[in-house]
């Protein structure tokens, strides 16, 4: 009898509780399950055969992975290589795909690094490199603890060692390659995730006019949610390289998610030194008025959008937007109604921004109120399509 359809939130929770349920046997009976690891790994494959017959390859072999990753963090002592080799032998013997060795031998280099077996970590990670660009710092990391370890005096260059280290990093800032392809590595304040904070703070000194690690490390922190690291970061990154437009931008939006006008006001002002001709730091501020309903500023980023030949059509969308923020509801219709006037061709979507406008003059209050917030977040969007500035 084929199992009934679960939504796949169900779905998940009831794979959360397995996965619980197998960490917890792994931490009570390390020893038992370092001994018979065929056994194990076999229980664990027929149990997720069992339990969730319809499981898609890549969630079953995730599963495999993550309680791999868990028996070494479990394993006291310093696994021999014999052991880590049969070790991966029966992880990957059960899962679906028999391919794709990079999540469990990034696992076995972790617990070598920890064990201050560095070139056998290298040996894991090398065929690995670029995949994640964790990877790529994890081996810098190998090389650089080696330097020091072999160079305890302080030196006045840096040796081989650590010139390898430099290269590996330096293949981070080059190949781009993406940082979150280790799944089981996502976890806050993973050993890899550590790893490669540290080496990157070593590339900020090592390099320190490479802007790239800078937009690397803002990257991360973006994925990560992690918008206190991400605020440092960037300070640091706006006094480096202060013309650069990336940085700014990312600076005005990161204060404006802070709440921090002040700070969004300061970047905009920054800009607009950089940059007297363009309309990005114009928009910005034009943006930031409209978020705080404050007429004044608006007004005098307004004459100043004028002057600098700002499209009317995105003012006069602009202008409804302050009138809804500032909770204007017959002055917003008004200036709507301009602005439908100089938007030919635009039918589909002064049509859709009709229907939300309509919602914010006529709803209730909760519905007023997602009607505004979906007004500014369509417009914006808008507005910086047209003016072609990177969100």
Not at 15 to 31: C, F, H, P, S, W
Not at 265 to 285: F, I, S, W
Not at 324 to 340: D, G, I, Q
């Amino acid at each position: 009898m084929e199992e009934s359809w679960q939504p796949e939130a169900l779905r998940n929770r009831r794979l959360e509780q397995l996965r619980a349920t197998m960490d917890d046997y792994i931490v009570k009976n390390a020893g038992q399950v370092e001994e018979n690891l065929p056994v194990f790994f076999g229980h664990v494959a027929a149990t997720l055969d069992k339990t969730f017959p319809d499981l898609d390859d890549r969630t079953y072999d995730d599963f495999i992975d993550a309680t791999a990753f868990t028996l070494l963090n479990v394993t006291r002592e310093a696994p021999t290589t014999e052991y880590l080799e049969k070790f991966l032998r029966h992880a990957m013997g059960n899962k679906r795909r028999r391919k794709g060795r990079a999540t469990l031998d990034t696992a076995v280099a972790l617990k070598l690094i920890d064990s201050g077996n560095y070139y056998q970590a290298i040996e894991y990670l090398m065929p690995h490199r670029s995949f994640d660009g964790r990877i790529n710092a994890a081996v810098a990391y190998c090389y650089y603890a080696l330097s020091l370890a072999k160079n305890q005096k302080s030196k006045i260059r840096p040796d081989d060692l650590e010139l390898h280290a430099r290269e590996e990093m330096l293949n981070v800032s080059r190949l781009r390659a993406p940082l979150n392809r280790l799944t089981i590595f996502k976890r806050k304040d993973s050993r890899l995730d550590t790893i490669f904070w540290f080496m990157l703070d070593l590339a900020f000194t090592w390099f320190p006019s490479e802007p790239e690690f800078y937009r690397i490390g803002i990257a991360k922190t973006k994925e990560d949610g992690n918008i206190e690291r991400r605020n440092t970061l960037l300070a640091h990154a706006t006094e480096r390289f202060s013309d650069d437009r990336f940085f700014l931008a990312e600076a005005f939006n990161t204060r404006v998610e802070l709440r921090n006008g002040g700070g969004a006001a300061a970047v905009v002002k920054q800009m607009m030194q950089q940059y007297p001709d363009d309309l990005e730091p114009l928009y910005y501020g034009m943006k930031l008025a409209i978020l705080g309903a404050q007429p004044r500023s608006y007004a005098t980023f307004r004459k100043l959008a004028l002057l600098k030949e700002f499209p009317r059509s995105l003012l006069l969308m602009l202008d409804t937007v302050f009138e809804v923020m500032s909770n204007r509801k017959t002055e917003s219709y008004v200036c709507f109604e301009e602005a439908k006037k100089t938007s030919p061709g635009r039918d589909y979507f002064t049509t859709a921004l009709e229907y939300i406008l309509r919602d914010f003059i006529e709803g209730d209050e909760e519905r007023s109120k997602r009607a505004r917030s979906a007004l500014f977040m369509s417009v914006d969007q808008y507005c910086m399509q047209a003016l072609k500035i990177r969100g």
